[in-house]
Structure formats: structure tokens, C-alpha cells
Antibody, heavy 124, light 108 residues
């Protein structure tokens, strides 16, 4: 069973950028789409975007367009999410999550395996 | 933007049946998925494609759909089922996933 292991917590100042990593435990990394979902303290889940590790194509939620970038490194089975121009409202737990479908077809946009989460705190 | 609506809270006694609803205009055209999340943990998929259960999920969790409403049913609720429950689907184009606001299940 594949596991997704994320990088550790981050504390950033407003206006800075943060990069969170998510490493898959198996070499089937390129077989599945990967998503990023965030959750502000005491709030619900919010989808940020998707990356196809097999090629690197991305699609971002409109809310984050221009501020988010998702990339991947196939040699290390790792996907990255970078969020720029941070503000206090970006304080949240950030999760990577695997799509239910393999990347040979359209994504299902559902999430069967999740990383453990990375807490990002934005504070002056 | 597209929204999925869930009740904020549901309470049930142990052994009873809990039903959590989720409504959305595109649900007749898009599959629904359910997750639960316990404090300090990542979400876990409970139901996919409206009514399918991933391996390892107990049979007491089931999903159903009727028009613009999907329902998660938990039969014989146990204390360990106390958690936040989220429905999830996609917009009418199937391009953008959307989550419901979440329902806190309290086991009395």
C-alpha cells in the first residue's frame, strides 16, 4: 500500500513563499494524479489543484491561480506545492492526496490515499 | 461557484443508525464520495462512486443517492465513529472537485 510522506511544519512571514513536499513510497508514482487539499484550523477541506506526475501538467483552483505552483520530481517520486505571497488566511494544514484513477485516463477527482499533512503558519 | 450542502451536526446514540445528507445540483451527473476525519488525522475515504466501499472500510458504512441528494448511512454506530464527515463531488463539468462543509457526528 503506497504511503505519502510530507515535509515538516513551516512558519512563514506574510508575503513569503512556502514549498511543501510529498514523497510516495512506491515506484508507481507516475501512475496516478496527485492533488493538494488544504484545511484552515476549524474549517473544512479546500481543493487547491492537481498535477499529473507523468508529464507534469497541472490544473489549479481559480482561487489560487497565479499564487500556486505544483511540480514533480519523478526521480525521487516527489510532488511539490509552492504557494507565494502568503497571508494570514493561508495558515492551514496542507495535504497531498492521490487520485482514485490512474493517470492514463481522466482524473476521478477523488482522493483514496492522503499524506499526513503539513502545517503552515503565516504570522508576522 | 458550485456548493455541496451538509448539516453541520448529527447526533446519535450507540447502536443506532446515523444518516448524513449532502445536496448539490450536479449530484445527478457526478459521483459522490465520503470521507471521515478524526481530530489530528488526515481524512479517510469511506465511500467512492456513490456507494462503493474501499477495502478495509466496515460494512456498516454505506452510501446511496437520490437525485440531488446523496446520503451516508452508518448502521450500528460505535463510539469510534465520532468524527467529521465530508461529502465530495465535482462541478457539472467534472473538472473541479468540491467538498461539502462537513458534518460533525456526535455519538451520545
Amino acid at each position: 500500500q503506497v504511503q505519502l510522506v510530507q515535509s515538516g511544519a513551516e512558519v512563514k512571514k506574510p508575503g513569503a513563499s512556502v514549498r511543501v513536499s510529498c514523497k510516495a513510497s512506491t515506484n508507481t508514482f507516475t501512475n496516478y494524479y496527485m492533488h493538494w487539499v488544504r484545511q484552515a484550523p476549524g474549517h473544512g477541506l479546500e481543493w487547491m489543484g492537481i498535477i499529473n506526475p507523468n508529464g507534469g501538467s497541472t490544473n489549479y483552483a481559480q482561487k489560487f491561480q497565479g499564487r500556486v505552483s505544483m511540480t514533480r520530481d519523478t526521480s525521487t517520486s516527489t510532488v511539490y506545492m509552492e504557494l507565494s505571497s502568503l497571508r494570514s488566511e493561508d495558515t492551514a494544514m496542507y495535504y497531498c492526496a492521490r487520485d482514485l484513477e490512474m493517470a492514463t485516463t481522466r482524473p476521478r477527482h477523488a482522493f483514496d490515499i492522503w499524506g499526513q499533512g503539513t502545517m503552515v503558519i503565516v504570522s508576522s | 461557484s458550485y456548493e455541496l450542502t451538509q448539516p453541520p451536526s448529527v447526533s446519535v446514540s450507540p447502536g443506532q443508525t446515523a444518516r448524513i445528507t449532502c445536496s448539490g445540483d450536479a449530484l445527478p451527473d457526478q459521483y459522490a464520495y465520503w470521507y471521515h476525519q478524526k481530530p489530528g488525522q488526515a481524512p479517510v475515504m469511506l465511500i467512492y462512486k456513490d456507494s462503493e466501499r474501499p477495502s478495509g472500510i466496515p460494512e456498516r458504512f454505506s452510501g446511496s443517492t437520490s437525485g440531488t441528494i446523496v446520503t451516508l448511512t452508518i448502521s450500528g454506530v460505535q463510539a469510534e465513529d465520532e468524527a467529521d464527515y465530508y461529502c465530495q463531488s465535482a462541478d457539472s463539468s467534472g473538472t473541479y472537485p468540491v467538498f461539502g462543509g462537513g458534518t460533525k457526528l456526535t455519538v451520545l
